[in-house]
């Protein structure tokens, strides 16, 4: 006998997923155990929430969609944050909750509530399963999380039938539509026309070249035709950040726009490269007017945004729409007059990283010592602006954090998901102290699943951006100053490393013993309040 829950748990394991992550109830035991025995490492976090964010690191190192498994009622609820974040930093996460059976929701009430009506305005879809159409839903739901814009699929499965013999069982189809190249045209011909003719041209990268594969093709024009290239925070690494054609992340950086948004103006083509501006702030809406000049789109799925315009887009495969673009277009001269090196000058300038102490020493000093295939997570705040634009990624994927959403609580869980999934690569997680307290009881999580991650917290006492930003605008300090925490203590007090440090020489050590060591360290660097003024 095979029941629904197996077939649904067989059905993603065929497709490749490997790690699902959550918080049982009653109601799921029958999933989660199916999800098991199918060859699906299931692991215990201490909050829903959290247990997205492993999913969804698992996600970046291994390219498969991670599942979260939450139970009815407060399982879904508490993993609203999660699934949100999915929706708007274009993860394809498979969101798989119990519910009580049709016929008993008619006369129950206990914990019951409508768990799609909750979730749609955040899902790609969210399915029920059926009993005779478990693989027909699974493939729906697969199709729909990982094609066009990447995102979550919530399924709901009734108690009833997670545990009902299915009477006719089959393969899994995986999902065979491919990306869409350009087709050969006018409009094609159109923009190899402008490639050819331009002096100075700009490429701009964002977050679906990542979850395409694209990288190669975007660097490759790049250094072809000496273009170069602005990305969004999450799609730095793209052009490894050390090559002179490398301008750094954009997203949330007044400063850096500063340095940036000059270029765009004086730039006679735009190139955007999987670039959706879900991860920008507002001075990145409408950068440039496509009736005065040239912008050529290359997306994965039609945008509706409405934050900027293009005078051609191509919707599908991104790098097949590069190279389709190139084909034939002899590379030109560009930016005679040196302005993006200048830039990029400037931007080292005004992001140096070379003070005794403070935030970005703590960046200058874990990235010296994190070798080039190590993955770094960071959370929301100041230090994550400042972090953005301090830290150069060698590769693209080796710095994940929430650019849509913006969440708090996700570099912790991000790093988890990560290690667990490449567990020969160095991991290290940045956060502020807020955000640290805000998950506090992962790093148990941590301790169970015998991680060596290294987290580096910022000590400063505060919710530094709040505070920066209530500051700014005349308000008297309410609400943002936190208590002093001990987190080398409670580091500890959890079964981890616990170092606190105040000096450059002391964050080296910790984070190469760190790096070393068979359990999980946490490093308190305290910066003080007040750290990140006129950095950003
Ligand atoms: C879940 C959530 N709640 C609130 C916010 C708003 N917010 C953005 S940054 C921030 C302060 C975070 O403080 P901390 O983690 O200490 O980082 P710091 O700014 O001090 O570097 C807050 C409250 C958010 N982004 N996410
Ligand atoms: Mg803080």
Redesign the pocket.
Known sequence: MTTAAEVLARGLYDAGCRYAFGMPGGEVLAVMHALADAGIEFHLARHENAAGFMAEGTYHVTGMPGILLATLGPGVANAV?VVTNAWQDRVPLIFLTGCVDAADAAGYTHQVFDHGALLRSVTKASLTLADGAVETLVEKALAIATQGRPGPVHIDIPIGLAGKAQSKTRPIRLPTAAAMAPAAGPDLMRARDLLAGARRPLLIAGLEVTAQGADAAVADLARDFAIPVITTYKAKGILPEDEPLALGGAGLSPLADTHLLPLIEASDLVLLAGYDPIEMRHGWRHPWDPAQKPVIEFVAAPTTHGMHGASLTFVGDIGAGLRALRDGVAPGESWSNGAPVAARQALREAFAADEAWG?AAVVDEVRRALPTDGIATV??????ILLSQVWPCPAPRTLLQSTGL????CALPLAMGAKLAAPQRPVVAF??????E?VLGELATLRDLRLNVVVVV?V?A??????LKQRQAGLRNLGVD?GETDFAAVARALGGIGVAVTDRAALRTAVSEGLAADTFTVIAAAIGRRA?DNRF
């Open positions: 944050n935030p959370d929301s705040g100041a230090h994550r913006c969440t708090m609580g956060t502020g102290d807020a955000g640290l805000m910022f400063d505060s919710l530094a951006l709040i505070e936190l990140y």
